[in-house]
């Protein structure tokens, strides 16, 4: 089967919130560097800005953003999007309530997630952090910085105990790697590893599977020359994965409030849609988290405990700063679900000051 090369910077289920159209088909996609042309048909038209687009066909693509070189230089397409996808469906049910915020009767309903909905959904918020261009190259800095040696230093310690284990097994070095994998996760199990936790031992075994599945000699030179430098291009690009659960309890101890537009207003996404208020860290009182989940719906997350965790109309210029925010981190482009010039004219001043949403609600 044919391995997908088109990925999506954002969930296509997610997108269809923004979408023109109450099937969720049509949006139209802004580049951040272009004047206002609007399209003439449906389709990708590279000299037009905006663009009107299928959320299944081109909208919000990178070919090949999260494939990965493996050792012997051969490229995995889809490894990585297949587990973004898996971490995603567990928040689905809680996207479609937040889209459509209607209830089994088909009757409007203003109910806010129950505690473990949001503790959910906070993991979905961090992922849509990560999985995005403008939050990989931030994870990327944050991984070099704080993690590289410790992964180093896991990497070579699963490396230098399966080397024992080959030797104390007498195992023979023209036989699979894959095989001696399975092996080598079995004796683990059977001494009841003492050594690093579950989740430790998980990202060992998870780094060794980086690996290309050779012959158990192709281990052996492999780990000869392990360093930093040489540590399998997976173990960074699966840092989208590993990052997940960073700020997740901040995100769920916050006080979320959700904002709806007011008639004739509109939400907007980017392709890095989660935005912070500017130079404030989440810890901060005055911390501000906004996350737009459909063209009529955005979550308002902060510290002021006077603020219901239920649903507000949000006045137009509060509409406009959230949009402001979202576009601000756009890195290529942003998603709407009306075809405007007005929003072109947006996107060149969303780098202009920020102010507090709170004081406005």
Known sequence: MTEARNHHVVPRLYLAGFCEDERGKYIYEYSTEKTYSPPTRLGRQYDKNPQHLSIKGAAGIIRDEYSFTNVDGTVNLSKVEERLARLEDYSTTIVKILQGQ???TNKRSLSPLSIYQKATFSVYINLMVFRTPHGRAMGEQLWRENHLQTAFEQHRSAMAEMRDFITEKNIDPSGRFDHLILEFEKHRHSIGHKGPSYNTLS??????????PGTVADFLQFSDGLSGDSLPDFVRTSNIVNNIHFNTKLFRRMRW????????????????PVACLRNVPLWHSQAELTFPVSKTVAIYCSWHQDLPEGYLIAKPDVVGEINRR????????????????????????????????????
Do not use: C, K
């Not at 990202?203 to 290309?212: A, K, Q």
């Open 203 to 212: 990202n060992e075994l998870m780094i060794i599977r980086g690996l290309p």
């Open 102 to 104: 209607r209830n089994s």
């Open 326 to 361: 979202t576009m601000s981190n756009a890195n290529m482009w942003v998603f709407a679900s009306r075809d405007s010039q007005g929003i072109v004219d947006a996107i060149a001043l969303r780098h202009r000051p920020q102010y507090s949403i709170y004081e406005r609600l």
């Open 257 to 272: 409030t959700y904002l709806m537009v007011p008639s004739g207003s509109v939400f907007v996404t980017s392709d890095s």
